[in-house]
Each structure stands twice: as structure tokens, then as C-alpha cells.
């Protein structure tokens, strides 16, 4: 099996006894939650972005997070830096390409970063789409406006092409390496509802790189952390404030027994 809740659970294990430091250049919107969720699933977070100290910081970290969500020509340039500061040490990286299709600068940019061996792509079903070139429509900001399946041969074609795990997300996330592929359908439909759960995935996804050697199934994990605990959070939310507060206490929570019990694996 490519991917079960025992594959789960043994990293799980290891970012707990191991707390790699993640280091994220990401957006203003979403650093604390962030770093809340990294903390909350028992890893270290960072959050670095000054072009002056990222490939420094990156020779202290296990993972790397690379997130487009708020740009500047400074942070592109850091984007850059320790992008190949990660590459020259064997460090992990993650490419989150928010919102690309929506402006030139975004598309650019991601383009750009996918080309210097990110270890995953993870991104909404646009997006993916937008990376791979099958498509040359507008997107909806950071919105997807099309399902995670419509993207499975363009996430393919790009992870063939990059060399990068590439993640779909939405209703069902979708991992593959080009060939192999894994369905991951945990979580609810109220976690859309709250900004940056994305942006969280691709954090936790680079805390399972950090102590997984076996990309495809770090990636799997990563995104089955947040997908269950966001499915435990909406049993007890009425709303997406709590949501947010339930999320965290889940991450914390999370173990072994309600893995076994949730996981849904469908490819």
C-alpha cells in the first residue's frame, strides 16, 4: 500500500520526537496560524524572511516552507536565496504558489520557484493547473474554480515535469509523483470557511518532509494531519472562530487511535 494509517502515525511519532525546525517564508495573513498548527503538532516554527538572513536560518532547519501569498520584489529575491541554500544542503522545501493565475507576478513567480526542485508542489486544483499550463484562464485570487480531480493529469504532467511531489487540495486532496497516486478525502467543509487552512497544510506537509525520507507518504501525512484534525474541530464548531480554536487542541490531540479510526485513503 502506498500509504495507511500506520505510515501515518509512524511520522507522526517522528515530528514529536524529533521537533524539526521548519523555517517558512510565508504570507502576513496566515504566520500565526501557522506557527500555531506547527507547534500544536509538536514541530518548531520559523519565520524568517529577510533576504539578509534566510540562507543562514535554512542551514539551521530541517524543512523549508516557501509560500507566495503576499509578495514583494525583496521576498522573491529571499524565495530565491533559500531556495537554493535548501538545495545545496539536501534540505526538504515546499511551494505553496498562492493565487497563481491570478496576476502575472504570481504566475511568474511560481513558475520560477518550481523550476529550482522544490521536494513538494502543493496548491488548490487551479493553481495546479495554472503551474502545469493547462490552462491560461484567470484564476479566482486564491480561490480554486475548479475541483481537485479536474487538476489530477495536470498535477501529474507537473510532478514529472518539476520533479516535486505534487499536492492537489480540495473536497479530496490528491498526492502523486507523476505516476503513483494517493486520494486522501478527511476533512469538512467548514474548514473553507476559514482563511490560510491551505497555507497550514503546506507548513504541516513540510514538517513531515523534515522526518520522512519517503516523500509521497510525508506528503500524505502532512495533509491527513490537518484534513482529520479539521474534521474533529467542525463535530464541535458552530462557526469558523472556533473552528480555528478546536483546530489546534486536534493537532495537539491528534494520535495513533483516531488515525486508525478516520484516515480515509481512496487511491
Same mark, same amino acid.
Given at each position: 500500500?502506498?500509504?495507511?494509517?500506520?505510515?501515518?502515525?509512524?511520522?507522526? @511519532?517522528? %515530528? #514529536?520526537?524529533?521537533?524539526?525546525?521548519?523555517?517558512?517564508?510565508?504570507?502576513?495573513?496566515?504566520?500565526?496560524?501557522?506557527?500555531?498548527?506547527?507547534?500544536?503538532?509538536?514541530?518548531?516554527? &520559523?519565520? %524568517?524572511?529577510?533576504?539578509?538572513?534566510?540562507?543562514?536560518?535554512?542551514?539551521?532547519?530541517?524543512?523549508?516552507?516557501?509560500?507566495?501569498?503576499?509578495?514583494?520584489?525583496?521576498?522573491?529575491?529571499?524565495? @530565491?536565496?533559500?531556495?537554493?541554500?535548501?538545495?545545496?544542503?539536501?534540505?526538504?522545501?515546499?511551494?505553496?504558489?498562492?493565487?497563481?493565475? &491570478?496576476?502575472?507576478?504570481?504566475?511568474?513567480?511560481?513558475?520560477?520557484?518550481?523550476?529550482?526542485?522544490?521536494?513538494?508542489?502543493?496548491?488548490?486544483?487551479?493553481?495546479?493547473?495554472?503551474?502545469?499550463?493547462?490552462?491560461?484562464?484567470?484564476?479566482?485570487?486564491?480561490?480554486?474554480?475548479?475541483?481537485?480531480?479536474?487538476?489530477?493529469?495536470?498535477?501529474?504532467?507537473?510532478?514529472?515535469?518539476?520533479?516535486?511531489?505534487?499536492?492537489?487540495?480540495?473536497?479530496?486532496?490528491? %498526492?502523486? @509523483?507523476?505516476? #503513483?497516486?494517493?486520494?486522501?478525502?478527511?476533512?469538512?467543509?467548514?474548514?473553507?470557511?476559514?482563511?490560510?487552512?491551505?497555507?497550514?497544510?503546506?507548513?504541516?506537509?513540510?514538517?513531515?518532509?523534515?522526518?520522512?525520507?519517503? #516523500?509521497?507518504?510525508?506528503?500524505?501525512?502532512?495533509?491527513?494531519?490537518?484534513?482529520?484534525?479539521?474534521?474533529?474541530?467542525?463535530?464541535?464548531?458552530?462557526?469558523?472562530?472556533?473552528?480555528?480554536?478546536?483546530?489546534? @487542541?486536534?493537532?495537539?490531540?491528534?494520535?495513533?487511535?483516531?488515525?486508525?479510526?478516520?484516515?480515509?485513503?481512496?487511491?
Amino acid at each position: 500500500m502506498l500509504f495507511s494509517a500506520d505510515h501515518c502515525i509512524a511520522i507522526l @511519532d517522528a %515530528v #514529536r520526537s524529533r521537533q524539526p525546525l521548519v523555517h517558512n517564508i510565508t504570507n502576513y495573513v496566515v504566520m500565526n496560524n501557522t506557527a500555531n498548527a506547527l507547534l500544536a503538532l509538536g514541530a518548531s516554527p &520559523a519565520m %524568517v524572511h529577510a533576504i539578509e538572513e534566510v540562507e543562514e536560518f535554512v542551514a539551521l532547519s530541517q524543512a523549508l516552507v516557501i509560500n507566495i501569498g503576499t509578495l514583494s520584489k525583496p521576498w522573491i529575491k529571499a524565495m @530565491d536565496k533559500a531556495a537554493g541554500a535548501a538545495n545545496a544542503r539536501g534540505i526538504p522545501w515546499v511551494l505553496d504558489p498562492v493565487g497563481a493565475g &491570478a496576476t502575472a507576478l504570481r504566475t511568474d513567480t511560481s513558475a520560477d520557484l518550481a523550476r529550482l526542485h522544490p521536494a513538494c508542489i502543493r496548491g488548490n486544483a487551479s493553481e495546479i493547473m495554472v503551474l502545469a499550463g493547462a490552462t491560461a484562464e484567470k484564476t479566482k485570487g486564491v480561490d480554486s474554480s475548479h475541483g481537485s480531480a479536474d487538476a489530477l493529469a495536470p498535477a501529474r504532467q507537473l510532478a514529472k515535469a518539476t520533479g516535486a511531489i505534487v499536492a492537489v487540495t480540495g473536497a479530496t486532496d490528491y %498526492v502523486t @509523483d507523476g505516476t #503513483r497516486l494517493i486520494g486522501l478525502a478527511n476533512g469538512h467543509p467548514l474548514m473553507a470557511k476559514v482563511t490560510g487552512l491551505g497555507c497550514t497544510a503546506t507548513a504541516l506537509v513540510g514538517a513531515a518532509l523534515a522526518v520522512e525520507k519517503d #516523500r509521497l507518504a510525508a506528503v500524505a501525512a502532512g495533509l491527513s494531519f490537518l484534513a482529520i484534525a479539521g474534521e474533529i474541530a467542525a463535530e464541535k464548531s458552530p462557526g469558523p472562530g472556533s473552528l480555528q480554536l478546536h483546530l489546534l @487542541d486536534a493537532l495537539h490531540l491528534l494520535d495513533a487511535p483516531t488515525i486508525r479510526r478516520r484516515l480515509k485513503v481512496v487511491a
